[in-house]
């Protein structure tokens, strides 16, 4: 079935996506040059802009459309020192690596593995300098820059990386592989790492720029029914 969709904001998107998945060919259609509607990012006369929010506030809504193609959208780690298969880190508490002098790359905790020293991570403006709202922080600690975790630092950089408790530990910059073997069992990832590190698959300035409205859920009872609209802006 070939279906269109007008528009490439977060709900032309997701809507795209829901029916690619179900086997539709699907077409896209965008006025501008590049995806995300008001949350595009556009580059003028040699300076960058955002043309609306660009705040990831409900992430588990955007992990969704990920999972309809086995996809996830979450950075991901090797870890290793002594102790790594004791050391916690507590989820959405902050973590980060010091790439190179002056800069630091900064990290929001999805969830961590004792026994592969995976760590899950996720990043967006609340750790470049922003609040969740995209409102910008006098004399952020790590500046405005987005630095991705890495296993190419540079002079003053540094693999360690410091949990919440136990010892610090390090990007495994040694591993390049989807799998680890522990105690002759082979633990597939899910994920390919190059240097210790499996990058994201939502890229920056890839169109992948979505905001999430965060609204208070509402108590309903089950007799209650909801309308959902489908609105195509032109």
């Given amino acids: 079935m070939n279906s269109i969709i007008i528009g490439s904001g977060f709900g032309g998107i997701a809507a795209a996506l829901r029916l ?33 929010p660009t705040v990831i506030t409900a992430p588990y ?28 880190f507590n989820a959405d508490s902050f973590v980060t690596q010091t790439v190179g002098l002056g800069s630091t790359a900064v990290g929001r905790v999805v969830a961590y593995e004792q026994i ?49 408790t136990g010892n610090t530990l390090a990007i495994e910059t040694s591993f390049t592989d989807n799998k680890t073997v522990i105690n002759n069992r082979d633990y597939y990832l899910g994920q390919d790492f190059t240097l210790g590190v499996a990058q994201p698959e939502v890229q920056k300035y890839s169109g992948n720029i979505i905001h999430v ?22």
């Fill in 20 to 52: 690619r998945a179900k086997k539709h060919k699907v077409t896209l259609i965008e006025k501008q040059p590049d995806l995300g509607g008001r949350a595009r990012v556009f580059k003028k006369n040699g300076f960058t802009f955002d043309g609306g």
């Fill in 61 to 88: 809504l955007i992990n969704e459309l990920f999972e309809l193609f086995n996809k996830k959208s979450e950075n991901y780690i090797k870890l290793t020192g002594v102790g790594y298969s004791e050391a916690t």
């Fill in 116 to 164: 592969t020293g995976v760590l899950k991570l996720w990043q967006d403006r609340s750790t470049a300098g922003f609040t969740t709202v995209g409102a910008a922080v006098t004399n952020p600690t790590y500046g405005f820059d987005l630095n991705r975790f890495t296993a190419g630092i540079t002079t003053g950089g540094s693999y360690n990386i410091v949990p919440t």
């Fill in 213 to 234: 409205d965060n609204r208070p859920s509402v108590t309903r009872s089950s007799s209650q029914k909801e309308d959902v609209k489908i609105i195509l802006q032109f």
